[in-house]
Every structure is written in C-alpha cells, then in structure tokens.
C-alpha cells in the first residue's frame, strides 16, 4: 500500500508560479511510476506529467510542455510538479499518482493508488 499526500497549492495571478508536492509513505515508492493529473470542474480528469523510477525520463501533456517540470526525490519519498507561467486555463484540483504496473503511463486507469487533491487557482 502507498498512501499519497499532495500539498503547495493555492491562488496566483496569470504567469506566475507554484511548486506542488506529493509525499508518499508506505513500501516501494522508489519503483512506482509517479504523475500528476488535474481535474477541472465539470471536466474529466487529465494526465499532466509523469515520471520513471530513476528520475530519468519523463513525459508531459503538450498543454504543459516548456511550462512545467516533474521532478522525484527518492530518498524523500517525495514527488514535485514545478509549474511556471501559469495560465488561467490551469486552474483545477491536481492529484499525485503511483503505478506499479507501468512505466510514464498517461491514463488513469493506469494508476493504483491516488492522492486526495490540491487545489490550483490562477486568476487572470
């Protein structure tokens, strides 16, 4: 079992920047595959980043690509989403996902275990 806690969101103005967290307790973080989705209101949820075991590879929605940064700290059991340049459209609640299964895996279903959100507010 891995539990996920997600935490450093909140309101900022268009083109600013924000740093969510994503702490994980339990066996095996090191192995999962870890991402971030977000969930907009009255939207489905969607992939945003994601990231190896190692730290070495990651891949990104196009909506976010040059913007934000997935990045892990194994020894920390602790997971980041740097976002920059924040845009209006980017406002959501955004969760930190572990997998097990698969490597930089984009769907949801795709992931075991779930954080319960944070919310990201960009204001225009």
């Known amino acids: 079992q891995v539990q996920l806690v997600e935490s450093g969101g909140g309101l900022v103005q268009a083109g600013g920047s924000l740093r969510l967290s994503c702490a994980a307790s339990?066996?095996?973080?090191?192995?999962?595959?870890m991402a971030w989705f977000r969930q907009a209101p009255g939207k489905e949820r969607e992939f945003v980043a994601t990231i190896n075991w190692s730290g070495g590879s990651t891949r990104y929605a196009d909506s976010v690509k040059g913007r934000f940064t997935i990045s892990r700290d194994n020894a920390k059991n602790t997971v980041y989403l740097q976002m920059n340049s924040l845009k209006p459209d980017d406002t959501a609640v955004y969760y930190c996902?572990?997998?097990?299964?698969?490597?930089?895996?984009?769907?949801?279903?795709?992931?075991?275990?779930w954080g319960q959100g944070t919310q990201v507010t960009v204001s225009s």
């Open positions: 339990g066996r095996g973080f090191s192995r999962h595959t």
């Open positions: 996902a572990a997998s097990f299964r698969y490597i930089l895996a984009i769907t949801p279903r795709e992931y075991d275990y």
